[in-house]
């Protein structure tokens, strides 16, 4: 029976309307999920997990304006984690609210700890749909930001359309709280979804992220570069801005340049570092222009 259930359960993931064999590396997977679970929860009272930050780079600026703070997770036997392994676990689990709030505390002592430099900078942090509404409360962001005297306006809020997925009207109200209290909102992951026109028109949104995979494939004459430059133009008449993902080459950047992309993310400019790093990652930026 637990060997069907483990089949079952692997036609359900594969997307459901399908039956799968029983085979023994799906024991061992899940053995290894189990594993991963347990550690989960202690990975944060542990301090197993890290914060690397990816520079998002103004380009008419000639400088780095922000970042964007990821995960990583140092499992003492494992090694490292990577992100698309342990995040999603974390979700279905619930870990990820436990780690979303070790997540904001770290990262608005950051920002408090540059502003202490005189460096005017911000963060963004991916927040996902099991922390909205009740997970990460909105007083919990004010109360934070308000305890180490971070203005708001510098911990940006990346979300991706699966926030939308659930109860809308409690996620309306949540993000219109939070943009009220001077966060600002980042539509992560742009033009992957079905609805995201709807999203722009009825939720708060300051920036669109056009995602990884339309940058990844533009080149003079195709039809990703045509989306690209629409977004583009649609946010610049909506006075929202926009950040191209996943630039990695200088052909990419000109062509994004050419559309009139402000603000840019990639290994071109950076690969995520550490934060003893992100001045030197700085320094390095400025000498591209």
């Not at 009825?202 to 989306?227: G, Q």
């Amino acid at each position: 029976m637990r060997n069907a259930e483990m089949a079952l359960e692997h036609a359900r993931l594969g997307g459901g309307d399908q039956y799968c064999f029983f085979k023994s590396i799906m024991a061992r997977e899940a053995a290894h999920r189990r594993s991963l679970e347990n550690a989960l929860y202690f990975a944060v009272r542990h301090k197993e997990l890290i914060l690397h930050f990816q520079p998002i780079v103004d380009l008419p600026a000639r400088r780095m304006a922000g970042v964007e703070a990821l995960i990583r997770w140092e499992h003492p036997q494992l090694g490292l984690i990577p992100p698309d392994v342990f995040v999603p676990l974390a979700e279905e689990t619930g870990a990820i609210v436990d780690i979303g709030l070790w997540l904001l505390e770290v990262v608005v002592q950051q920002l408090a700890e540059w502003k202490k430099q005189g460096i005017d900078r911000y963060i963004s942090i991916n927040i996902s749909a099991r922390q909205i509404p009740d997970g990460l409360p909105p007083i919990t962001l004010i109360e934070m930001c308000s305890r180490y005297g971070v203005d708001p306006a510098n911990l940006a809020i990346e979300i991706t359309e699966s926030v939308f997925m659930g109860d809308s009207n409690a996620v309306k109200v949540w993000l219109d709280t939070v943009h009220e209290s001077g966060f600002r909102i980042y539509l992560d992951d742009f033009g992957t979804g079905y609805s995201s026109l709807s999203y722009i028109k009825r939720f708060p949104m300051d920036v669109l992220k056009v995602d990884k995979s339309f940058v990844r494939d533009m080149n003079e004459n195709n039809s990703d570069r045509t989306l690209v430059e629409a977004i583009i133009n649609m946010a610049r008449s909506l006075k929202l801005d926009v950040v191209a993902e996943g630039v990695e080459s200088q052909r990419q950047l000109d062509l994004l340049k050419e559309a009139d992309c402000r603000y840019i993310q990639g290994y071109y400019f950076s690969r995520p570092v550490t934060v003893e790093a992100i001045e030197d990652a700085s320094r390095r930026i400025e000498q591209f222009f």
